[in-house]
């Protein structure tokens, strides 16, 4: 058993980490005839029928390939009498209405969970040491944009939703007018549901960068025993191919992002332009891992308007508005109220809705260059002294200046 890395071992640690990280935030495009030749490969390794292969451009372009494209196929699924007279059942009937749409129909077939049946297979069974996995799993983590995932998915399934509703609802089709409220409410919940085990069983290969350079690293560098070619295999979904949603009837790969930006902190981040852009256009704008609409997102924000607060309902967006805005420009564009003054100290009330409390600021105008600084202060500040206090952990203003 390894208990410790030799010095030689832990200078290819890093060595290893960048290899995956390349990997894993690599904007190519996708080679179509490797990407197919290895899920082939996987589908035959796991003793499945290889499938028809479908490529898209994005993973968005993917779920419409699933739900939305197929939605014609999905109505036919419903269209069974219980729908129009359940639409008429009393509440006490409800849990009936729940159970029509548990489960959704599998319309491309049983959904292959590539990473559970990868992580199951031989070649990985044989190591049994969790703490080194564990150890090293931290030392190599790529910081890819596994957290990206999760804002990507949120962005998404609405979006989906939304869009399935309104095909629901066009006039026309055959369940218009006949999917009261309560009824979509329950097909709501379900498809929400049902998008999500699509999500969390796709394959996604910048997601297991990490768990591939650890086992890169046991086999490469400790020396560990494994079957060559089924590590290949795993490796090849990785490097080859974007995102994976693997069916009975139907294999789909999405193709790489065409753009991934990030601040310095590795979160999803970007000004005026989206965080996560594929060929198709699906796009996610993002302020420091803050998932943005586009209208606030496409706009840089040295054009974001103060004006925008007072109308945004959502607290966390206010928040990013506020920080991009800056404060400074808040008061002047709001017509901040001025509270009171010490020397070049100002404190400042804005009246308006903008955030869940009211905004007290102490501005500061710098001698020397006229230029405006504010903060935020405690909307229980009385005076300027006692917020340039607060600013000073507690140190009164005249006493700061003779300790500076």
Not at 17 to 24: G, L, M, Q
Not at 178 to 205: A, E
Not at 212 to 227: E, G, I, Q, R
């Amino acid at each position: 058993m390894i208990e410790k890395l030799t010095p030689e071992q832990e200078a290819l640690i890093p060595v290893y980490r960048e290899k995956w990280r390349a990997i894993a935030l690599s904007t190519e495009r996708i080679d179509r005839e490797k990407a197919a030749e290895s899920v082939k490969v996987v589908y035959a390794a796991f003793g499945v029928e290889v499938p028809e292969i479908v490529f898209c451009d994005s993973p968005y372009a993917a779920f419409s390939e699933i739900f939305l494209d197929k939605f014609d196929q999905l109505i036919q699924k419903l269209e069974f009498p219980i729908i129009s007279r359940l639409n008429k059942s009393s509440v006490s009937r409800i849990r009936k209405q729940e159970k029509v749409f548990q489960p959704l129909p599998e319309l491309l077939g049983k959904q292959i969970d590539f990473f559970h049946e990868v992580m199951n297979s031989p070649i990985f069974q044989t190591i049994d040491t969790k703490i080194l996995y564990n150890c090293l799993y931290l030392e190599l983590d790529s910081n890819g944009w596994d957290y990206g995932h999760g804002l990507f998915y949120t962005h998404l399934q609405p979006e989906l939703i939304t869009k399935i509703y309104e095909k629901l609802h066009q006039p026309g089709t055959k369940l218009h007018n006949r999917i009261g409220k309560r009824l979509w409410f329950f097909l709501r919940k379900s498809l929400g549901s049902h998008i999500g085990n699509v999500y969390w069983k796709s394959w996604q290969p910048d997601k297991n960068a990490t768990v591939a350079s650890v086992y890169d690293f046991y086999f490469k560098v400790l020396n560990f025993d494994y079957d060559v070619k089924k590590f290949q295999h795993f490796q090849s979904l990785i490097i080859e191919c974007g995102w994976i949603f693997g069916f009975e009837k139907v294999a789909i790969i999405c193709d790489r992002p065409l753009h991934l930006r990030f601040d310095n902190q590795n979160r999803l981040h970007a000004e005026g332009e989206p965080a996560i852009e594929f060929t198709d256009g699906y796009s996610l704008y993002s302020s420091h891992g803050v998932t943005l609409p586009e209208k606030y997102g496409k706009i840089h924000p040295q054009q974001w308007q103060s004006q925008w607060l007072l109308t945004e309902e959502n607290a966390e967006l206010r928040r990013v508005l506020i920080q991009g805005i800056g404060y400074a420009r808040i008061c002047q564009e709001l017509q901040a109220i001025e509270l009171d003054n010490w020397q070049e100290y100002t404190l400042l009330k804005i009246d308006n809705n903008v955030d869940i409390e009211p905004i007290y600021l102490l501005k500061m105008t710098c001698p020397s260059t006229s230029f405006i600084h504010a903060l935020r202060v405690p909307p229980s500040m009385n005076s300027a002294r006692e917020a340039i206090r607060w600013v000073n952990w507690g140190v009164d203003s005249e006493e700061f200046g003779v300790q500076t």
